[in-house]
């Protein structure tokens, strides 16, 4: 079956930088578009970056341009999300998602979502 495992979350320290990891299995990976989303304690889901089939083309929403980057790598069938300088108002439930196209979608009409991965930043 199609799953997306995030990988990577937990409690770091203001300033601190991290790594998420998104493993896709079920699906021909290269023919996906990738993105990363969050969702804070009572708030709703943001869309924090996307990435096209091949990786030459993201995008990062304007508030978030600087700190946050996405990449994947098609030969291990995964995404990933590096975000610098981290802030408690980074706390979120991190989520993975794939649509079936080529390029990226902006909204958050994706076919396929992660179960998420908790990211906590302490001050």
């Known amino acids: 079956q199609v799953q997306l495992v995030e990988s990577g979350g937990g409690l770091v320290q203001a300033g601190a930088s991290l790594t998420l990891s998104c493993a896709v299995s079920g699906l021909p990976f290269s023919t996906l578009g990738m993105g990363w989303f969050r969702q804070g304690s009572g708030q709703d889901r943001e869309f924090v970056a996307g990435?096209?089939?091949?990786?030459?083309?993201?995008y990062v929403p304007e508030s978030l341009k600087g700190r946050f980057t996405i990449s994947r790598d098609n030969a291990k069938n995964t995404v990933y999300l590096h975000v610098n300088r981290l802030r408690p108002e980074d706390t979120a439930v991190y989520y993975c998602?794939?649509?079936?196209?080529?390029?990226?979608?902006?909204?958050?009409?994706?076919?396929?979502w992660g179960q998420g991965t908790q990211v906590t930043v302490s001050s």
């Open positions: 998602a794939a649509v079936r196209i080529r390029g990226i979608r902006l909204s958050h009409d994706y076919d396929f």
């Open positions: 990435i096209n089939w091949s990786g030459d083309n993201t």
